[in-house]
């Protein structure tokens, strides 16, 4: 009888596990400046017990879900219960945050603890979860998804959360922090857009040519397993001797540091996943498609722009997905060379020592990868033909 009812979600399990264990290590460190090692404080210690009782309550519950037959009810309300989380566990912080500052020193802050990190991402997997077993549901999928990280938008908004050591570490470099946001947003956007076009043409030529493909698939593979930091380093000093042997190269930022070697890095980095899709997108078209559209009297370039592209587009997308969410993450290590980008606010916390620091780098540039990834999956869905299944995920 019971097991009519018990229908494990492994996935849901292991984030609900994570969040039950996010209670032994502490919750907040409050810590005499941004710089010195701090008091941890757990969970029961850094909230009433009304609060840790909801976190607790919570937790139990998306543990009792994930061991529910999966409905869309039981879907439901795992996704729920793990926004909640999200949104209770910021509003403790927030409150609790304010009251460790009352009578403490100015330069006293409150970061958060692997408590908080823990029950975030537990929360996360859960969210995961309950978003595969909507499949059917757009609407709900998008709500479970997206409700926690909106309250939480909210939450910023209104200053709930001003008293942590991240928002403080913003409130002193804000103006800076646009700037190199937007900076991010330019290398990553324009090497992707770059990577895409390049990547397109080389899959086709690949598509079209037996032996075109072995030299191509040959470089971009070679390329992709350059470590980062080494291809900044190859590219150097041939960008050097160029703007040294045409100065006039330096007016278009074309030297052996800053954008220029960043973005041509960021292009290499693009190309294989656009190149092996596009490749297989084409290369995968049935042959009685093509014969029929013969048939039907249209030229080649008609072939190609109504029955080709349309049907390889979905998979050429999927690779686009990859480069540009790859590309968010590179971009930050183009920082190292002076071309900016929120990699900026990590170097120079590694350097001064500063978690918080190395956190308002890190975290906007994790929160950019989800938006493209989600924004990516979307532009797929749309352009998928109606009949294919491919990027319906």
């Given at each position: ?69 999966g ?17 209770v ?22 970061s ?36 926690g ?14 008293n ?142 109504k ?55 890190a975290?906007?540039?994790i ?11 979307a ?5 998928t ?9």
């Amino acid at each position: 009888m019971i097991r009519r009812f018990i229908s494990r979600d492994s996935v849901a399990l292991v984030g609900s596990i994570i969040g039950l264990s996010s209670v032994l290590p502490g919750w907040l460190t409050l810590k005499p400046s941004r710089i010195v090692a701090g008091t941890s404080l757990r969970l029961w210690q850094s909230s009433d017990w009304e609060g840790s009782t909801v976190i607790l309550g919570l937790w139990l519950l998306c543990f009792v879900l994930s061991l529910l037959r999966g409905s869309k009810l039981s879907a439901l309300m795992l996704g729920t219960a793990a926004n909640l989380i999200i949104i209770v566990t910021f509003l403790l912080a927030g409150l609790v945050a304010s009251n460790l500052l009352e009578g403490a020193a100015p330069s006293a802050r409150v970061s958060l603890g692997a408590g908080i990190w823990m029950t975030l991402g537990g929360a996360y997997v859960v969210i995961f979860a309950a978003r595969q077993r909507l499949p059917d549901s757009p609407l709900w999928r998008n709500l479970v998804s997206w409700a926690g990280l909106a309250a939480l938008g909210v939450l910023l908004t209104i200053g709930w959360l001003g008293n942590l050591s991240i928002l403080q570490e913003f409130s002193g470099r804000e103006e800076r922090f646009v700037q190199e946001l937007l900076q991010h947003l330019f290398l990553f956007g324009s090497s992707v857009a770059a990577g895409t076009v390049l990547g397109i043409l080389l899959g086709i030529r690949a598509a079209r040519s037996t032996g075109a493909a072995g030299p191509i698939f040959f470089i971009s593979n070679i390329t992709q397993t350059i470590p980062s930091l080494a291809l900044f380093g190859l590219l150097i000093a041939p960008l050097s001797a160029l703007s040294f042997a045409f100065p006039v190269l330096r007016e278009f930022g074309i030297r052996g540091v800053g954008v220029a070697p960043a973005i041509m890095a960021l292009i290499v980095y693009s190309l294989l996943p656009v190149v092996r899709n596009t490749y297989v997108g084409f290369h995968q078209l049935d042959p009685g498609v093509i014969d029929a559209g013969r048939g039907m009297g249209m030229s080649r370039g008609n072939i190609f722009r109504k029955l080709e592209v349309p049907l390889a587009a979905p998979l050429i997308l999927e690779g686009v997905r990859t480069a540009a969410v790859q590309s968010v993450g590179l971009t930050a290590v183009t920082a190292l060379i002076g071309a900016g980008g929120l990699g900026w606010f990590i170097f120079q916390g590694l350097g001064q020592a500063a978690a918080d620091l190395i956190l308002l780098g890190a975290i906007p540039i994790i929160v950019l990868a989800l938006l493209v990834d989600a924004v990516m999956r979307a532009i797929i869905t749309l352009a998928t033909p109606k009949g294919l299944g491919v990027g319906k995920q």
